[in-house]
């Protein structure tokens, strides 16, 4: 596979491919790079026959902290059209992982918000480490959190009521609460996540893969009542929306104030 600049990729065992979030300085946190690598590597999935599961967690304290900030000022500034054209193009890349052919295991070690929740969501399987937290981090600065496929993923894991609680008010759900609410498939100590992630991985592995590949598609298929495409053009429509609005860079503004990191979460 090709080299990359905010991914790392490893074979921990046969089979498996770990893909780490490797901007651990600003916790993971996503850029215009990062999604279109997201795209790269998941264009790269579809023609590799090797990989029978793929593994994907955070280097560092965190999963991935969302858009990052240094990045966000602009977003208020782009017209509507670049606005959408951005919007798309992260939404795209989300949506293209979410579709390898191959089961896709979150393994989340930390924060895991705005984007980074949606993508933790984007997974078949999430394992959460006990320091994992959630939350639709782009309502507390002045966006939709319906973002790059939130508003359809968390509805069909934890129910409609309890997704508009989260998604309205953005606050942070625990790992032991999202355990419970069935955001995440279980918790495990977190010096044993990736070891958790792995033998998973590899139970995976030793099915048929093309057994495994026609599985997932009809989990997918049979999920789409709504299809996860029609969720993310409303989706991108309303994030454009947003950044027109003038409320968006003053809460952006007021939510950098009242944080140290230069990150969403």
């Known amino acids: 596979m090709s080299t990359y600049t905010t991914l790392r990729l490893e074979r921990p065992t046969p089979g498996?491919?770990?893909?780490?979030?490797?901007?651990p300085d600003r916790l993971n946190a996503q850029t215009r790079t990062m999604f279109a690598e997201f795209q790269r590597l998941a264009d790269g999935l579809r023609q590799d026959d090797e990989?029978?599961?793929?593994?994907?967690?955070?280097?560092g304290r965190a999963f991935c902290a969302g858009y990052d900030l240094a990045d966000a000022d602009e977003l208020a500034t782009l017209g509507a059209r670049g606005m959408l054209s951005l919007?798309?193009?992260?939404?795209?890349?989300?949506?293209?992982l979410r579709s390898i052919p191959?089961?896709?295991?979150?393994?989340?070690?930390?924060?895991?918000?705005g984007g980074g929740f949606s993508l933790s969501l984007a997974a078949d399987i999430r394992l959460a480490a006990p320091e994992a937290r959630f939350n639709a981090a782009f309502v507390r600065i002045?966006?939709?959190?319906?973002?790059?496929?939130?508003?359809w993923h968390l509805p069909r894991l934890v129910g409609p009521g309890l997704a508009a609680e989260i998604m309205f008010t953005g606050r942070l759900v625990d790992a032991e609460?999202?355990?419970?609410i069935g955001l995440v498939n279980r918790v495990v100590p977190a010096d044993g996540l990736l070891d958790a992630a792995f033998e998973m991985a590899a139970q995976i592995a030793s099915n048929s893969p093309f057994g495994v590949q026609l599985t997932k598609t009809a989990l997918q298929a049979n999920?789409?009542?709504?299809?996860?495409?029609?969720?993310?053009?409303?989706?991108?429509r309303g994030q454009a929306l947003a950044t027109r609005h003038p409320d968006m860079p003053e809460a952006l503004s007021a939510f950098k104030e009242r944080?140290?990191?230069n990150w969403v979460g």
């Open 177 to 180: 609460e999202a355990a419970r």
């Open 102 to 113: 191959q089961p896709l295991i979150a393994a989340v070690n930390g924060a895991a918000t």
């Open 51 to 59: 990989t029978r599961a793929v593994v994907l967690t955070g280097a």
């Open 87 to 96: 919007q798309e193009t992260s939404a795209r890349a989300l949506e293209s």
């Open 259 to 261: 944080r140290t990191p």
């Open 223 to 236: 999920l789409d009542g709504v299809s996860l495409r029609t969720a993310l053009e409303l989706e991108n």
């Open 16 to 23: 498996v491919l770990q893909v780490t979030l490797d901007r």
């Open 142 to 151: 002045g966006l939709t959190a319906g973002d790059l496929g939130c508003s």
